[in-house]
C-alpha cells in the first residue's frame, strides 16, 4: 500500500509504495536533537519506495549514529526521511512515524536502540538495546526478514 508522507509543516509532501520493514524507538543524540524529543519514533524503508523531491529538502550527513544523509524541509527545518548509503545495493531510509498522515497502518515499534543514551526511562515492555554496535544489529535483525521477503 502507498502511505502519504509529509514534514511537520506540510510544506515537503512524499509517498512511501510499502509499508515500512521495522519501526523502532531510538534514542541516539542526534535523533534527540533533530527531533527535539527524548526518542524518536523511526520507520525503515526501502529507499526505492521512497518518492520524495530532492528540490525539496536539504541534505546534511551526520557522522554518528548512524552514518546518515538526514533530508530536512527547507521551509521547516524539520527531517523528512533519511537515507543510508553505506550498504550497497541495500538502500535503506529512516522516516519518523510521526511524518505519515496516517500512523495507524504502520506495524508495531519493536523495541528501543542507543537505549544506553535515553534521556528518561520507558516503562513498556519492549526490549531496551544498550550500547552502539548492539543497537545497529538489531536494527538489521529487524529489518532484515522482511527486507529479503521483497
Ligand atoms: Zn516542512
Ligand atoms: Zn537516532
Redesign the pocket.
Known sequence: MTHACSCPCGTTNFTVEKTPVARFY???E??QKLYNKPY?D?TVVRTKHVKLDSKLVNFNKYRL?PALDRGTCKACGKPAAGFLKSLPGLGLAFITADNFNDKSTLPAPLGHV?YHRRQAEVPDDLPKINGYFSSELIICKWALPRLLKG
Open positions: 531510538c534514542h541516539c542526534i535523533c524518536s523511526v549514529p542507543f
